[in-house]
């Protein structure tokens, strides 16, 4: 089974930066799709970053011009740079991941999540 791993998130003032990991573990023999999600309390989870095989990378509105995901394509490793953070920033940011094992099975993954947490 393909296992994720998040990791970086922590206390930050506004306006500062935080940059997420997402360690994927497994037989992994393609990733087709690389997401970052994020949930507070009180709303519904939302996709806030997204990169395709191909390269293409696209984010909600409200993180746009601030947050940058990007991938080690050799260690399997998602990172989601934030910078400029806001309290509204606030959450449990999980990454997700799809793809193909080598065994050609599909796989759909999640990790634990990490908890940003942005003070005004």
């Known amino acids: 089974q393909v296992r994720l791993v998040e990791s970086g998130g922590g206390l930050v003032q506004a306006g500062g930066s935080l940059r997420l990991s997402c360690a994927a573990s497994?037989?992994?023999?393609?990733?087709?799709?690389m997401g970052w999600y994020r949930q507070a309390p009180g709303k519904q989870r939302e996709l806030v970053a997204v990169?395709?095989?191909?390269?293409?990378?696209n984010y909600a509105d409200s993180v746009k011009g601030r947050f940058t995901i990007s991938r080690h394509n050799a260690e399997n490793t998602v990172y989601l740079q934030m910078n400029s953070l806001k309290p509204e920033d606030t959450a449990v940011y999980h990454c997700?991941?799809?793809?193909?094992?080598?065994?050609?099975?599909?796989?759909?993954?999640w990790g634990q999540g990490t908890q940003v947490t942005v003070s005004s």
């Open positions: 497994g037989s992994i023999s393609r990733i087709n799709f």
């Open positions: 997700n991941l799809r793809g193909s094992t080598w065994s050609r099975y599909d796989f759909n993954s």
């Open positions: 990169r395709f095989n191909g390269g293409n990378s």
